[in-house]
Antibody
Framework: QVVQSGAEMKKPGASVKVSCKAS????????VNWVRQAPGQGLEWMGW????????NYAQKFQGRVTMTTDTSTTIAYMELRSLRSDDTAVYFC?????????????WGQGTLVTVSS | DIQMTQSPSSLSASVGDRVTITCRAS??????LNWYQQKPGKAPKFLIY???SLQSGVPSRFSGSGSGTDFTLTISSLQPDDFATYYC?????????FGQGTNLEIK
């Protein structure tokens, strides 16, 4: 099971940190991908973090603005996005890759709506 | 980056119909192609991996095929629960990328 934190409302320029609590599988053998979906739009991959090593792989579009981390003691993954803009308004999903870095987004959180508005 | 293009963007069909959705990659991705189903207000659901392997628990009316640049998702006999948006995704190389989605509607 993967459970995300609740909806957030932020002002332009602020930061948001979304959490993703994993249970029922071996977190340190898995990876966590983050994907976002703007209102009425498709899916956009943001990046991945290893539950074992903490290694990350970010999409170029988000480099410098995103940080993904994990806490293996609590099996929680985090995604922080900084310098928010109105076009960052989206539902943010975490998705578990049970084999680490296969790119198979096997189990998804319920999504976290982040609204950026002044 | 690899671009994924789905067709059609939307499709109207009836219960019991056979439907096919296509997905084309901008370069060869071997069989590193996944399919997802998403219903309004919900997270995507993982359906098919490695182009043709059915995820556990997914009904056998779903099937996938293809390799290289051209792929298809087929639903052999549409059921009411199948009306949703479908996305393909390449996991050949990062950044992973998705098609724009195919909205499957009831006729």
């Amino acid at each position: 099971q993967v459970v995300q934190s609740g909806a957030e409302m932020k002002k332009p320029g602020a930061s948001v940190k979304v959490s993703c609590k994993a249970s029922g599988y071996t977190f340190t053998r898995s990876g966590v991908n983050w994907v976002r979906q703007a209102p009425g739009q498709g899916l956009e991959w943001m990046g991945w973090i290893s539950g074992y090593s903490g290694d990350t792989n970010y999409a170029q579009k988000f480099q410098g603005r995103v940080t993904m981390t994990t806490d293996t003691s609590t099996t929680i993954a985090y995604m922080e996005l900084r310098s928010l803009r109105s076009d960052d308004t989206a539902v943010y999903f975490c998705a578990a890759d049970f084999y680490g870095s296969s790119g198979n987004l096997e189990h998804w959180g319920q999504g976290t709506l982040v609204t950026v508005s002044s | 980056d690899i671009q994924m293009t789905q067709s059609p963007s939307s499709l109207s069909a009836s219960v019991g119909d056979r439907v096919t959705i296509t997905c084309r990659a901008s370069q060869s991705i071997s069989n590193y192609l996944n399919w997802y189903q998403q219903k309004p207000g919900k997270a995507p659901k993982f359906l098919i991996y490695a182009a043709s392997s059915l995820q556990s628990g997914v009904p056998s009316r779903f099937s996938g095929s293809g390799s290289g640049t051209d792929f298809t998702l087929t639903i052999s006999s549409l059921q009411p629960d199948d009306f949703a948006t479908y996305y393909c995704q390449q996991n050949y190389i990062t950044p992973y990328s998705f098609g724009q989605g195919t909205n499957l509607e009831i006729k």
